[in-house]
């Protein structure tokens, strides 16, 4: 059966069959379809006794589970001697537990823990590097089979039953070769792109901190502040704690639901610590609350809500800023609910000032604790900020909200770029291991989308 070149701008294979496995559908005519364990030995990892780890490096690197997709050299944090099942190095660790099919390769000789399946390619059948390209596709299959109450998890009987297309050696290597060079491509361009999303809020960050810290008249008279952390500031402004400034206080309404009192919607870090702004769309938690809680702890538009616990002394004072109203939605446990005084702060100004890195942190080294950090009201309410006349702060605040609204659209579409380089790189694969695409005599060759960074 004839085909048509693919959308990858790739020839197709001459001759096409059914495969007789539903979501991989035609292969070319000389391939097979064979189940991994007639092609790859699978072995189930063995937690040793956890007095037999230790974390002095060692002969055995050991392993438990596999944190992250795609590192062909995982880093192991313990190491055991002692380990009965072990990965030789050119094998696949498989996840078997949460997360599964989590795929990773082995560099080297590493022992492996019940997390773990190594997955064994038999080199005269199956290439270690076309297995681990393919293995990123059908991998799917655990996830469909993958099952458990309190995490979900597969056997090494079901790893071994998965489907893979076997080509002839000679083209597992030509397709490896392929997808080693092109994806080595795809993933450089992406790391270029991080690069600049990192770039643009780094700008971000400064153009912030800058505007609050400094003003935006670089003809501006300076005076010193007096503090060290700030050094000189615009001669005109002040310096004024928190709590001359604003009203603080610190949220007790946790997200359980308690019969009779009354339900809300809930605010709570993940809402602050992932939007800058809190709006009505936002996916709030329902709740319940009593009137008191409902009266004291009812966001207002203009409030700005700060992370005060966190497990990162880092996380600590991370703001947002309540820009729609709100009536039925609380301040949640975690949080401080700041709320200025509209006669000396302007609100959209005091959620940018805590947005600058010299204002925040303040607050992230006040913070105590050792697996989890918290801030306590003393320290919140004797933050020192910069406050410039009302009319300036609504020009600065202005300023910042067109100019942080231009940077967050660049980061947004290089965002959007990243998605579809990884949607092409994650289909170039797919294409390439189950024979859509014939790659045997293909040339090195940039796709036209990716002539420009």
Known sequence: ???????????????????????????????????????????????????????????????????????????????????????????????????????????????????????????????????????????????CIATGSTYEAVSADEVADMTVPIPPLTEQRAIAAFLDRETTRIDALIEKKRRQIELLQEKRSALISHAVTKGLDPNAKMKDSGIEWLGEIPEHWEVLKLKYIASVQFSNVDKNSVEGEETVRLCNYVDVYNNDFITGDLPFM???????????????????????????????????????????????????????????????????????????????????????????????????????????????????????????ALIEKVEKSIELLREYRTALISAAVTGKIDVRDSIEQRPKQFKRG
């Open 286 to 408: 329902s709740a319940t609350a009593t009137k008191g809680e409902i009266r004291k702890f009812r966001v207002r538009r203009g409030d700005v809500i700060i992370t005060k616990d966190s497990e990162s002394w880092t996380d600590i004072a991370v703001p947002s800023y309540v820009s729609d109203k709100l009536d039925d939605v609380l301040c949640g446990y975690h949080l401080a609910q700041i709320r200025a005084n509209t006669r000396l702060m302007e609100c959209k100004y005091l959620f940018r000032a805590f947005s600058s890195k010299p204002i925040n942190h303040q607050f992230q080294v006040a913070s105590t604790g050792i697996t989890r950090y918290g801030l306590g009201n003393y320290w919140l309410d004797n933050g020192l900020f910069l406050i410039p006349p009302l009319e300036e702060q609504l020009t600065i605040a202005a300023f910042l909200d067109r100019e942080t609204a231009r940077i967050d």
């Open 1 to 143: 059966m004839s085909r048509p070149a693919t959308q990858h701008k790739r020839a197709a294979y001459p001759v096409y069959r059914p495969s007789g496995i539903e979501w991989l559908g035609e292969i070319p005519e000389h391939w097979e379809v064979k189940r991994l364990k007639f092609v790859a030995n699978t072995v189930m990892g063995q937690s040793p006794n956890s007095d037999d780890y230790t974390f002095e490096e060692s002969d055995r690197p050991f392993l438990q589970g596999n944190a992250e997709f795609g590192v062909e050299n995982p880093t192991a944090k313990y190491y055991c001697e002692t380990a009965t099942k072990t990965a030789p190095a050119g094998s696949l660790l498989v996840s078997v537990r949460a997360p599964v099919g989590t795929l990773n390769m082995a560099d080297r000789c590493y022992g492996i823990g019940r997390g773990l399946c190594a997955v064994i390619p038999d080199q005269s059948l199956l290439i270690s590097r076309f297995a681990w390209h393919t293995l990123t596709v059908t991998r799917h299959e655990l996830w």
